[in-house]
């Protein structure tokens, strides 16, 4: 007999997120959030997770499709949530972190030459008002950081209430 048979071992669990009810309190601060993460790579492998430390990125280097896609939605909504949850954000896609503009790395001194391959993206966010910006982020994989004008940008915009 010639056959191929795939053992359980041959198998990983995907990487997901999932929406869920009620809020959960975000497994790094006190937010409350819809969003979970379930990582078979970690324990808990269901961790809810905000909007600034949501960052969905599958541990393994053949990452599905969805997985992908997953890694994708966490920085638009992330980006979303920076401009008061207003807005949107047609665009995101992968690039070198040292590319991003006004980027330091604060884990290398000036005078090292290190060959940094770490994942950054590039997303374009459309306020309600039509007015465009582009927005680049980068992540220490625990938190995202929002670029923007060639700098970080540390105080989320606050929706104003007329």
């Known amino acids: 007999m010639n056959e191929e048979i795939v053992s359980s071992t041959d198998k990983r669990e995907e990487y997901k997120v999932l929406s869920v009810w009620p809020p959960q309190k975000c497994y790094h601060c006190d937010r409350l ?16 997770k905000c909007a600034l430390h949501g960052l969905a990125r599958c541990p393994y280097l053949d990452e599905t499709v969805e997985e ?15 401009h008061a949850d207003t807005g949107r954000v047609p665009l995101v896609a992968r690039m070198a972190v040292k590319e991003i503009p006004g980027y330091e790395n604060p884990n290398v001194e000036e005078d090292e030459e290190e060959e940094n391959e770490e994942i950054g993206w590039a ?21 995202f950081f929002l670029y923007e004008q060639g700098a970080l940008i540390e105080q989320r915009q606050i929706e104003q209430v007329a």
């Open 33 to 48: 959030t819809t969003v979970v993460h379930i990582d078979p790579a970690f324990l808990p492998n269901f961790q809810a």
């Open 123 to 143: 997303a374009r966010y459309e306020g309600p008002d039509g007015v465009r910006i582009d927005s680049y982020v980068a992540s220490d994989y625990d938190q």
């Open 68 to 82: 992908r896609d997953a890694e994708l939605e966490s920085v638009r909504r992330f980006v979303l949530w920076m």
